[in-house]
């Protein structure tokens, strides 16, 4: 019945109290404290090497940030390395970056498997582990990732 009212009042907006705006699980906030999240579903993928490469990498290079490096393995059989605790989203992108330039995972850790990689505030790490929203969050990420690269102003 309420499509056929619809049809016969076209000029008046039809409300629909059952019709609710989709809002994003997560939302990517710039400010306070950051994780850096690798994880993998590879079942070769060696997680000692690994965290001893990540632990001498931030020796190296990170040594004033005081990082700490923790895995988990997460119900969706993610393999998960967590780095932490960055200030704020801009000094975790700047180490995931520094990590992409020195090949962290695919040299240092000699890891040439599938994986991926995003930075994450404490609160989503929590909500998404719960809820097994890796993959969603992933994709949620790169396109954060995406809309920063075309509104980053040209030098």
């Known amino acids: 019945q309420r499509i056929l009212d619809a049809l016969n009042n076209k000029d008046k907006p039809v409300k629909d109290s059952a019709v609710v705006p989709q809002q994003k699980e997560f939302t990517i906030a710039p400010g306070g404290p950051h994780y850096v999240i690798i994880a993998t579903r590879d079942k070769g993928f060696d997680v000692n090497e690994a965290l001893s490469e990540l632990n001498k990498y931030n020796e190296e290079f990170e040594s004033l940030d005081n990082l700490r490096v923790n895995n988990y393995l997460s119900n969706e059989g993610y393999i998960m390395l967590m780095i932490r605790e960055f200030t704020d989203l801009e000094k975790a992108m700047k180490y995931l970056k520094g990590a992409e330039t020195m090949q962290l995972v695919r040299k240092r850790m000699k890891f040439q498997g599938e994986y ?24 949620l990420y790169k396109e954060f990732l995406e809309t920063e690269k075309t509104n980053k102003p040209k030098q």
């Not at 991926?116 to 994709?139: G, R």
């Open 116 to 139: 991926i990689q995003f930075a994450i505030t404490p609160n989503n790490f929590k909500k998404m582990l719960k809820e097994q929203k890796i993959d969603q969050y992933n994709v």
